[in-house]
């Protein structure tokens, strides 16, 4: 079992490196921004009520997401381990995940936490929203309300795993390929460890 968060802002690369990541080590990928889109697309109450957070640039309640990611576990016992892409976001976050997965009798290996500079961000989420349906990547406000959500409740979930030694942070900006590597070199240490 090998679960590990990819932490980071909105628009430091998760979803892109998550997709290579899963690939190459057989990780079931729980994006709860995908599992909070595809809620909405299908037009869910869950959906309904989450959309109206989403759509200010604020998080979901944490009862929401915490209960979309206990499911998700449940439907995965076979799984090699998780990527936790945008989730935990909260202190309260954090714990709920601790506690599902000691149940498991598992823990979280390693959270990498993707470094880059507010501007960059702003710059791919705007571009980002030229190209996909997201909403809330077309607005500059709802994309800084969405930074300094980050910087206000979600800097805790890395201090929540720094005091079991498990963040390391790695430099988001470069190339998609170097920035792979730099990822699966720690990962790589972590699971010879
Ligand atoms: N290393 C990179 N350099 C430049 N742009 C990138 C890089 N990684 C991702 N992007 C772009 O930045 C945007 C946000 O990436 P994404 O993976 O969706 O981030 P997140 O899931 O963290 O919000 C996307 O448009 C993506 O194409
Ligand atoms: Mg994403």
Do not use: W
């Not at 009862?63 to 090699?80: C, F, T, W, Y």
């Not at 498990?166 to 699966?184: M, R």
């Amino acid at each position: 079992m090998f679960n590990l968060i990819l932490f980071g802002p909105p628009g430091s690369g998760k979803g892109t490196q998550s997709e290579r990541l899963i690939s190459r080590y057989g990780l079931k990928h729980l994006s709860t921004g995908d599992l909070l889109r595809s809620e909405i697309a299908n037009q869910t109450l869950l959906g309904l009520e989450a959309k109206s957070f989403m759509d200010r640039g604020e998080l979901v309640p944490d009862e929401v997401v915490i209960g979309m990611i206990r499911s998700a576990l449940d439907a995965n016992p076979q799984a090699k381990g998780f990527l936790f892409d945008g989730f935990p976001r909260t202190k309260a976050q954090s714990e709920a995940l601790d506690t599902l997965l000691s149940t498991r009798g598992e823990a979280i290996n390693v959270v990498l936490a993707l470094e880059v500079t507010e501007e960059e961000l702003v710059k791919r989420l705007l571009n980002r929203g030229l190209t996909s349906d997201r909403s809330d990547d077309r607005d500059e406000q709802v994309i800084r309300a969405r930074i300094a959500e980050y910087h206000k409740k979600t800097t805790a979930v890395a201090d929540h795993y720094r005091q079991f030694g498990k963040v390391v942070s790695i430099k988001g900006e470069g190339t998609v390929d170097d920035i792979f590597d730099a990822l699966c070199g720690e990962i790589e240490k972590r699971k010879a460890a």
